[in-house]
C-alpha cells in the first residue's frame, strides 16, 4: 500500500504558476502508475497528467504545454509544474497512485483504475 499527501497549492492570479508535490510513503514507489486528477466544485473529477513508471507521460488537452508531470523515485515525489494558470484551472487537485495497470496510455486517466489517493490540494486562479 502507499499513502500520498499533497502540498503546494495556494491562490494566484491568472497567468501565474503554482507547483503542486505529492509525497508517497512505501518502499515501492518506482513501481507506480502516477497521476494528477482535479476536481471543480459541481463537476466530476478529471484528470490532468499522468505518468509511467519509465517516465511516460500523458496530459489532457486543456494543460498541455502549460503544466509539467514528473517523479523523483528518490524521494518518493511527484510533481506538477503549473504555469500560464487559468481560472478554469480552479478546483481541488489530487494524486493517485496504482501498481498495476497493463495498458498505462489507454488507462492512465481512467478515474477508477486508480486504488491510491491522497486527500487534496486547493488551487484557485483568479482573473
Known amino acids: 500500500q502507499v499513502q500520498l499527501v499533497e502540498s503546494g497549492g495556494g491562490s494566484v492570479q491568472a497567468g501565474g504558476s503554482l507547483r503542486l508535490s505529492c509525497i508517497a510513503s512505501g518502499s515501492t514507489f518506482s513501481t507506480y502508475f502516477l497521476a494528477w486528477f482535479r476536481q471543480a466544485p459541481g463537476q466530476k473529477r478529471e484528470a490532468v497528467a499522468a505518468?509511467?513508471?519509465?517516465?511516460?507521460?500523458k496530459y489532457a488537452d486543456s494543460v498541455q504545454g502549460r503544466f509539467t508531470i514528473s517523479r523523483n523515485n528518490a524521494e518518493n515525489t511527484l510533481n506538477l509544474q503549473m504555469s500560464s494558470l487559468k481560472p478554469e484551472d480552479t478546483g481541488m487537485y489530487y494524486c493517485?497512485?496504482?501498481?498495476?495497470?497493463?495498458?498505462?496510455?489507454?488507462?492512465?486517466?481512467?478515474?477508477?483504475?486508480?486504488?491510491?489517493w491522497g486527500q487534496g490540494t486547493q488551487v484557485t486562479v483568479s482573473s
Open positions: 493517485a497512485a496504482e501498481p498495476l495497470m497493463p495498458d498505462f496510455l489507454r488507462y492512465a486517466f481512467d478515474l477508477t483504475q486508480y486504488n491510491y
Open positions: 505518468i509511467g513508471r519509465a517516465g511516460l507521460t
